[in-house]
């Protein structure tokens, strides 16, 4: 695979989401939303705000829920199996919001189908479907893009471009927290690991920065309360003797914290540093249940719409269908990788050992 050249994605970016905002002469791409949970319907509620995009269709297995998105989404049609949904002709863009562990055979299908696919990360339930994904993306003759948000956050982007242009020297270290108070915690642990679900974020990010996989990976999980997945994990990714790279990622907060995720990234060069602080959102309400911010950067809603970074993603991939344009600023391998390495965390943890990368690569 060809060598990816930081900067570049970062323009580009930039440059199509421009591109995307000269609504006189765009095609309108077709959306069909699969999944209608949170997430998803955080997805409906951006592309109906998101110029030259229309929302077509939502899906979900649970009739309850279409209903209600029938009357949410007026217009859209209420599917609630999702092969009617692939293999619709009125469909260009198949977006996947379901259950991690129900990624793989959707998309599978989508590309197979030829529809583009953005499909929300982690991008499968283990490093084998991935592996598929990325054949199954190679014969398409749609798109594949996988949903890491985070390369979409300007500080995180401000970030990448010093450390392309050489302002803080060569990476030594790093160090990402990325914790939730217990509330939504407790919510996802029984569906996800906190590595797999917040971890995978900050580990492609250090490979983004690194421009590389690690070469060995150490992980400890602590549990203390009777989920699914333990509440805690911690993973120190090596890259060689190079730079190590440290990812925390706690569920259990206190309910009192004011953040709403307290997230930050603190990279050590060479010859500086530089902090992604994502825990300061720049908005703090307090009430009668003491102090709270809110998102303001990855999907606010701003006079009755939805802007921000996941705005920002759908439009650049948007922006990729209708010019034909393979997405660069995350590729699916890049995302099969983030979800490997995370694999391996997962696999470290239970062993108690570090687990050796060498042999793990998503072209394997």
Wanted: hydrophobic share 40%.
């Amino acid at each position: 695979m060809a060598a990816w050249s930081a900067q570049s994605r970062h323009v580009t970016c930039i440059e199509v989401v421009g591109k995307a905002r000269n609504i006189t002469s765009m095609k309108t791409i077709r959306w069909g939303i699969i999944g209608l949970g949170r997430f998803g319907t955080i997805h409906a509620e951006t592309l109906q705000s998101l110029p030259g995009s229309e929302l077509v269709a939502v899906c979900n297995h649970d009739e309850a829920s279409l209903r209600q998105a029938a009357i949410r989404f007026p217009g859209t049609a209420a599917i609630r199996h999702y092969a009617d949904v692939v293999n619709s002709s009125d469909i260009d863009v198949v977006s996947i919001t379901t259950h991690w562990q129900q990624h793989y055979e959707i998309a599978e299908a989508a590309l197979e189908a030829g529809k583009h696919v953005f499909l929300e990360k982690p991008m499968a339930a283990t490093g084998a479907q991935c592996r598929r994904l990325l054949e199954a993306a190679g014969g398409s003759a749609g798109y594949l893009m996988v949903g890491h948000i985070c390369r979409f956050d300007p500080r995180v982007t401000l970030a990448q471009q010093a450390i392309a242009e050489g302002r803080i020297g060569r990476i030594v270290s790093m160090h990402a927290k990325r914790n939730l108070p217990k509330a939504p915690g407790n919510i996802r642990l029984d569906k996800i690991s906190p590595l797999m679900g917040d971890g995978i974020h900050d580990g492609d990010l250090m490979m983004w920065f690194m421009g590389r996989a690690p070469s060995r990976v150490y992980a400890r999980n602590v549990r203390s309360n009777n989920f699914t997945y333990p509440d805690l994990g911690w993973a120190m990714l090596e890259f060689d003797d190079a730079a190590v790279g440290i990812i925390e990622t706690n569920w259990c907060l206190p309910e009192t914290v004011p953040t709403v995720i307290d997230a930050t990234l603190e990279v050590v060069g060479t010859d500086g540093t530089l902090t992604i602080d994502c825990s300061n959102t720049g908005f703090t309400l307090v009430d009668a249940n003491g102090p709270k911010m809110s998102d303001t950067v990855y999907w606010p809603q701003q006079h009755g719409q939805r802007v921000g970074a996941l705005a920002t993603e759908l439009a650049y991939f948007a922006s990729c269908v209708r010019e034909s344009t393979a997405p660069t600023v995350i590729t699916p391998y890049e995302a099969a990788r983030a979800v490997i390495v995370m694999e391996a965390a997962e696999e470290s943890a239970i062993v108690g050992q570090p687990v050796n990368l060498s042999k793990c690569d998503a072209s394997a």
